[in-house]
């Protein structure tokens, strides 16, 4: 029998003792091989996260929670600037001229820059740009985007103090702020000069001024293709959005509580009386010194910059214009805004066939209250279907599901199994809203039906120029109508993906509208259209006016022009066809009201009618000319121009180094962060790679613990 025998000196251990041992040595090492594991795991998810942008279209170590700290290559963290920002709004009947002053505070010990991006309307004209430094006050100017950058580097490299604001989008700029001292601030103030929405119910006239506040997290479609820029967005740009890097700002997690205030003022001169004015979203404190004057204000003094603020004013019985008409006298042209409603048109003809399609956004940015109001707002409209009406559902989110394989009659059975389908729908995903698009807009023509697609979402996507080809493209005889869902909807893309949709843009912005805001949108969708619209200008005038191709109209909707004209003097002739009819009416130009700032919002117009001219494939050199010539001539801001404002003084002593970079945004109220982020907190710590670093660290110990056991344990002696 052949047995194992132990060197001299070596005592036998307990088996229960060298059990336990073992045991735990198993523990130990399986533990140390897991944590890598998962360690692993996350980092390769982050990668994958990478490649997924729009599902999760913010994760970077930049963004998330504690945003507030920028951290340096170095791995130290530096103090970003605090911001507050202070609106005035002064209103006159249809027009408003805007201030938006912001404040860039330092509160640490370094110098800092602070870039900052934030909405606007979206069809504001930005004119002005004066940065505030103590009691000096410098005026920016208007230069080529390029130029005015190279400015601004340079001011920036050598110490001096300067603002820039460039247009990321029609309705989003960016604001960065150079050389802010230690312990103090600088104010950055821009103008801007827009229309207000105005609609007609009945003989009540109804204006909405709205503000937005918060630039929503935006769905990143494509594969990473270069480096973001320092200091700009946390997602890199990809082959099918070049700008990423400069449309995704970090976002605050709500639970580190809001810091970017907002003060509004809104100075309203209505013209005439008013008979209710209010405000769905915030509690204000209003002043009402004269019949048609209000003075709005937030009742709080402030708020968080997390939802659009709006206000809505209906003018007293009797006093809703039909026709407004502005002039702006010119050296050369006289510049005019015309706002015309043309009467209700009746239809006494058997209505068309109508072929209705739904389109849900269910992605995770309509986690929360959005998803609920989309889901009321679609249970609604499936229940105004006629009998006669056929029908289908399609939802999207990273991919798209239609209900049925195509439309069906709207009998009580199909339109239950419909409602039943829309209450079950959950927000998840990104927002792939090309496919759903495809699906919904089958680019045919058939004479004998009215196809009208209706595209409820919150808009949260940054390649709106491919959706907006995709829409002209396969439009066909269909028309696209687009419902804006949430506290902070990308109106850009929803006004002008309805504009090429030949449809209209409504919002709903809290679930107690759904059903005034859809019955609305329905009785437009049921009412005769007025068509072919045509201006006939006085002989001579010359007239350039936008939109060129006029939009169909809706029950309610004014017509809208924008225009410059040799002389505003002589007849203005307005035709169009109803369904059974032509209508035409005549405006004297002579009779026209002062206005101001209207060569601004003439030449901003006529500047996006040509860079929709890249769509139809205008070459970039021809529009960018033409922009950069109507853009330097009226000092707008666009994609080719942009405002910079430059201290002459140098600030910073050459010693000390410059720290900083984007400051976060809110999360738009009703969204949910792990929705739209995920559960993982994506703090400035770097957690996946301290993960990866601490679980490598404690493998590797286990390893060498064991080789030095092998290496100082005696060697076994032969079997005997």
């Not at 010119?330 to 006494?348: S, V, Y």
Request: proline share 7%; hydrophobic share 45%; with cysteine.
């Amino acid at each position: 029998m052949n047995t194992r025998t132990a060197p001299p000196g070596v005592r036998h251990r307990p088996h229960a003792l060298e059990l336990a041992a073992l045991i735990v040595r198993i523990l130990a090492g399986g533990l140390a091989v897991a944590l890598a594991l998962a360690a692993l795991v996350l980092l390769l998810a982050s990668g994958a996260h990478a490649a997924e942008l729009q599902a999760t279209p913010l994760r970077a170590a930049e963004a998330g929670q504690g945003t507030l700290l920028l951290r340096d290559a170095d791995g130290a963290t530096r103090a970003l600037p605090t911001l507050a920002t202070e609106v005035t709004i002064r209103v006159s009947g249809p027009l408003a001229r805007a201030r938006v002053v912001q404040t860039f505070r330092n509160p640490g010990s370094a110098w800092l820059e602070g870039i900052y991006v934030f909405p606007l309307p979206d069809d504001a004209a930005v004119d002005r740009l004066r940065m505030q430094i103590g009691d000096r006050l410098i005026e920016g100017e208007v230069r080529e985007r390029e130029d005015a950058r190279a400015s601004f580097e340079q001011a920036r490299a050598s110490g001096r103090r300067a603002a820039l604001v460039e247009q990321e989008r029609p309705n989003l700029v960016t604001t960065s702020v150079a050389n802010i001292a230690p312990g103090a601030e600088i104010r950055v103030e821009i103008e801007y000069q827009q229309t207000l929405a105005y609609e007609l119910a009945g003989d009540a006239g109804r204006y909405r001024l709205r503000f937005p506040m918060v630039v929503g997290p935006r769905y990143i479609p494509g594969a990473p293709g270069g480096e973001r820029g320092a200091g700009h967005g946390s997602v890199p740009p990809t082959d099918q959005v070049t700008d990423a890097h400069r449309i995704t700002p970090p976002v605050r997690h709500p639970a580190d509580g809001a810091r970017n205030p907002v003060r509004l003022r809104i100075e309203l001169d209505a013209g005439v009386p008013l008979a209710a004015l209010d405000s769905p979203y915030h509690a204000v404190r209003i002043e009402a010194p004269h019949a048609h004057r209000r003075i709005v204000e937030l009742a709080a003094g402030s708020t968080p910059a997390n939802r659009d603020f709006e206000l809505n004013w209906t003018l007293a019985a009797g006093h809703a214009p039909r026709v407004a008409l502005f002039v702006e006298p010119g050296e050369q042209l006289d510049h005019a805004l015309l706002m015309l409603m043309p009467p209700r048109l009746m239809n006494t003809q058997q209505p068309l066939p109508r072929e209705v399609v739904f389109v849900i956004d269910t992605s995770g940015s309509m986690e929360g209250s959005s998803i609920v109001q989309a889901r009321q707002a679609l249970a609604l409209a499936l229940r105004r279907l006629a009998p006669g009406d056929r029908f289908n559902v399609i939802e999207f989110n990273s991919v798209t599901q239609a209900l049925f394989p195509d439309a069906r009659p709207a009998s009580p059975d199909n339109v239950d199994a419909a409602t039943r389908w829309v209450r079950s729908l959950q927000a998840r995903g990104g927002t792939e809203m090309a496919p759903a698009l495809a699906a919904a807009l089958d680019g045919g023509e058939d004479p004998a039906r009215v196809r009208q697609v209706i595209f409820l979402t919150d808009g949260a996507v940054g390649n709106e120029e491919a959706l907006f080809r995709l829409i002209e493209q396969r439009l066909g005889d269909s028309r696209l109508f687009t419902v804006g869902i949430g506290s902070a909807p990308n109106s850009h893309f929803m006004r002008k993906a309805a504009a090429a949709g030949r449809g209209s843009f409504t919002y709903i912005g809290k679930l107690e509208e759904v059903g005034e805001r859809m019955s609305a949108l329905f009785a437009r969708l049921e009412s005769p259209v007025l068509k072919g619209i045509e201006l006939a200008w006085p002989d001579g005038a010359e007239a350039d006016f936008w939109p060129r191709r006029l939009p169909d109209l809706y029950a309610g909707e004014p017509l809208v022009v924008a225009v410059a004209l040799r002389k505003a003097t002589g007849t203005l002739g307005v035709s169009g066809w109803g369904s059974e009819a032509r209508w035409r009416t005549e405006l004297s130009l002579d009779k026209a009201a002062p206005g101001s700032g209207l060569g601004g919002l003439w030449a901003r117009r006529k500047i996006d009618a040509l860079m929709d001219g890249l769509r139809a494939g205008v070459a970039e050199d021809t529009v960018r000319a033409a922009v950069l010539e109507l853009a330097l001539q009226h000092r707008l801001v666009s994609r080719y121009t942009s405002l910079v404002a430059v201290d002459r003084t140098p600030a910073r002593p050459s010693g000390e180094g410059l720290q900083g970079g984007a400051l976060p945004t809110e999360l738009p109220e009703g969204w949910h962060y792990e929705a739209v982020f995920g559960k993982l907190p994506q703090g400035a710590t770097g957690l996946r790679w301290n993960l990866l670093a601490g679980s490598l660290a404690l493998l590797a110990c286990v390893l060498l613990w064991r080789l030095q056991r092998r290496r100082s344990a005696p060697h076994p002696l032969p079997f005997a």
